[in-house]
């Protein structure tokens, strides 16, 4: 369970506190951050819970959302993502996920340019505050609204672009398992040094909502044992992060959904 990561947003009902008992009980040795989670106390006193507790924090998600018809809001974006940024610096975060956004008034490709100029003036930030940003391609029915970036090719492009240690992908199995060029941009990924984070789950068959019912591994269509395989051979050696949204899992109790969790990851990894 050593590469065992869990995103706050799998345990949804939990708050922060609740969060860090449990998975420190349970031997889960570290967990994503969303920034819901800490919206109450702030960075502040949620970096000083999360260090006390002795958790490793692999993320904070999420920022991103660049494209916007309108100009104005497209700069009111970039200011939330440095806010963001020095939110995740407070918290002890090394790496902020980007969802990057779209929008369907304009062309993919217009949304595309407005999320490198995005990425562009957010990135001296970052830098500055020493972290990471993770840009994380979404499956393309997320094509309209949530990221007109939707094949680890294009992130890997966009990533590429800048040539920066302060900027690299996040492979998400939910997002990338239907892609016959996964394997191969899965390698040219790590050989560029832009592999930075990886998001486990699996896809509910017949699956009911496209946002909200992701399933345990294991229990759906997506390999997530061979994808996993493929991005250690890439050279990833960081966590493997468990991000499951789902309304049933949320609905259901915490304490089971956790110890099924660990058990899913272990039935996954243990032998591998
Ligand atoms: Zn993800």
Redesign the pocket.
């Known amino acids: 369970m050593d590469r065992l990561c869990i995103?706050s947003i799998t345990n949804k009902p939990w708050r922060l506190d609740t969060l860090i008992d449990k998975y420190s009980v349970s031997g889960v040795p570290a967990l994503t951050v969303w920034e819901d989670a800490i919206k109450d106390m702030g960075a502040k006193k949620a970096g000083d819970m999360l260090a006390k507790s002795g958790l490793d924090i692999v993320s904070y998600a999420r920022g991103g959302f660049f494209p916007d018809l309108n100009k104005a809001k497209r700069e009111e974006n970039i200011d939330k993502n440095k806010r963001m940024l020095e939110d995740a610096s407070i918290l002890g975060a090394p790496l902020m996920?980007l969802v990057c956004g779209a929008d369907p008034g304009q062309s993919l490709q217009q949304s595309r340019d407005q999320i490198r100029s995005g990425i562009e003036a957010i990135l001296p930030t970052a830098a500055d505050v020493g972290v990471k940003l993770a840009i994380?391609p979404l499956h393309p029915m997320y094509a309209d609204t949530r990221s007109a970036i939707n094949t680890l090719s294009i992130a890997n492009d966009m990533a590429e672009y800048f040539h920066s240690e302060w900027i690299g992908v996040?492979i998400?199995v939910?997002?990338l398992w239907w892609d016959p060029q996964l394997k191969e941009q899965i390698q040219r990924c790590g050989k560029s040094g832009n592999l930075l984070a990886f998001?486990i789950c699996d896809w509910n068959v017949p699956t009911e909502d496209l946002l909200l019912d992701r399933e345990l591994m294991g229990r759906g269509c997506i390999p997530v044992k061979e994808i996993s395989r493929w991005v250690d051979e890439a050279g990833f050696k960081g966590f493997r992060?468990v991000?499951i949204f789902s309304n049933r899992y949320w609905n259901s109790d915490q304490d089971i959904f956790l110890r099924d969790i660990i058990a899913a990851y272990n039935e996954i990894y243990d032998k591998s």
């Open positions: 995103h996920v994380e996040a998400d939910y997002h998001h992060e991000e």
